[in-house]
């Protein structure tokens, strides 16, 4: 039986398409066969080494990222919010200013007193249902508007927005049904705003800084999903736009989770109102959303600084709320808040859209300038207009129609890795794919064998 059993695995280790044990069998000398024997070890270690550093390189996930810049011949205006900085700034506003009284000059300095004020405001449900005759209207804001040499003062071009930060705010190109197309950059190519950033008498006092805050985005983005910029009195702000569409790789490959585009992806009563609401997904909104939530769920009152859209029945909270202000403490210093509470509500989109955005200034309306305009329209006295410290300009265009794509590819996929291990498996030993079919081969021998060997056995003798 062992000398059957030896035969067959012996026939079967020479004809194998390995290396290593065929020479072993057939050296015909001690000292070749110990040089087959040493060599077949080192590059047994050697290839198991090299296959082990290839799968563990795969577990670790890694991306290699490919940058494209693609051209167009025409390419969509993104959405320009424009607030005025200052959320009170009628003469309705300085009426209500009067009534409010601040203790100290750093009440002022670090925005004490303008928080108090809108705090004050929001609680109040009378004043609130006029909120809209504390902030400027579009007459006043937007003064001149030009699209590549096209009057776009129109009401038409512009879109009433309430921001819960800034107050009265209109928004351009915001139609998703008609989005407004440039063929060309440069400002010459762009929109082009004259802003009248003014407040009412009595209001100046009360606010340490003053300006526009100018807030890019897409059409299918609220504009509380992006950070906005400021633009000074008396300046001309040039933003000049590329754009940059990125595409990440799911966990475990990035912290991203997947599809988010699709409302039904993930098991998130956030995610799906987001959806539902026409918001367009984004994890920073989501993020601020759920800080709402815990603030009404503790506090029994919501704070204008983060996204609400709830109803009428819930008050704002005031600044001065012991509990508001040390649940916004603790979410300052405790992270686990983020990351057990929101982080399994708000997935990370994989895939992004933003502007990448390069500023530039100049002085806006010389003092000479200023005279003229008030010699000639007569405007002396108290009709004299200081227009440098009233105006902004402001041009928006593209520097490039085309845009650049980022895209996130695994360093080793699945087919890599086999691919790793078969090359790796071929240099070393010399084996493939078929060699284990040679195993298999082997294993059915012997029990071919073992097989015959019993039947042998009980068979009867005569």
Not at 209 to 235: D, E, R, W, Y
Not at 261 to 276: G, I, Y
Not at 393 to 412: D, M, Q, R, W
Request: proline share 3%; with cysteine; hydrophobic share 35%.
């Amino acid at each position: 039986m062992f000398r059957k059993t030896y035969g067959v695995v012996k026939e079967v280790l020479l004809s194998s398409t390995s290396h290593g044990i065929p020479n072993i069998i057939r050296s015909e000398t001690l000292s070749l066969r110990l040089m087959w024997i040493i060599f077949t070890i080192i590059s047994t270690g050697l290839c198991a080494f090299m296959i082990v550093e290839s799968i563990m390189n795969y577990l670790s996930y890694e991306t290699t990222s490919k940058i494209r810049v693609l051209s167009e011949s025409t390419s969509p205006l993104p959405v320009i919010t424009v607030c005025n900085a200052n959320y009170l700034t009628t003469e309705y506003a300085s009426e209500f200013l009067k009534n409010i009284t601040f203790n100290s000059l750093s009440d002022i300095l670090d925005y004490k007193f303008y928080n108090k004020a809108k705090s004050t405001l929001l609680m109040n449900p009378d004043l609130r249902m006029n909120i809209s005759k504390f902030g400027d209207s579009y007459e006043k804001l937007i003064l001149k508007c030009f699209l590549t040499f096209v009057n776009c003062k129109n009401e038409n071009y512009w879109k009433y927005y309430y921001h819960p930060y800034f107050g009265n705010c209109y928004q351009f190109n915001s139609n998703l049904s008609n989005v407004l197309q440039v063929s060309g950059t440069g400002w010459d190519n762009g929109l082009n705003l004259i802003l009248n950033l003014s407040l009412a008498d009595g209001i100046e006092e009360y606010y340490p800084s003053s300006g526009a805050i100018i807030l890019v985005h897409n059409q299918t983005m609220s504009p509380l999903s992006v950070n906005g910029f400021t633009i000074s009195i008396g300046t001309e702000t040039n933003l000049a736009l590329s754009r940059q569409f990125k595409s990440l790789q799911p966990k475990p490959y990035s912290n991203c989770d997947g599809n988010t585009s699709d409302p039904n992806a993930f098991d998130s009563k956030l995610f799906k109102f987001m959806h539902s609401n026409s918001l367009g997904y984004d994890q920073k909104l989501c993020f601020d959303m759920c800080f709402q939530e815990l603030i009404i769920e503790k506090c029994k009152c919501y704070h204008y600084f983060y996204a609400y859209f709830g109803d009428d029945y819930t008050s704002p909270c005031s600044d001065e709320d012991k509990c508001f202000n040390d649940l916004l403490n603790e979410l300052v210093v405790n992270s686990k808040i983020i990351n057990e509470i929101c982080v399994p509500k708000c997935p990370l989109e994989c895939q992004s859209m933003k502007f990448k955005k390069f500023n530039s200034f100049n002085s806006y309306l010389n003092d000479k300038l200023v005279e003229n305009i008030n010699k000639k329209f007569n405007l002396t006295g108290i009709n004299r207009r200081d227009l440098k410290k009233e105006l902004a300009a402001l041009n928006v265009f593209y520097e490039t129609l085309g845009y650049e794509e980022v895209t996130e590819k695994e360093s080793i996929d699945f087919v890599g890795l086999l691919s790793n291990i078969g090359g790796i498996a071929g240099l070393f030993l010399g084996i493939s794919v078929l060699s284990l079919v040679e195993i298999i081969e082997l294993g059915f021998k012997i029990l071919h064998v073992l097989i015959e060997i019993k039947i042998v056995e009980k068979t009867p003798t005569s």
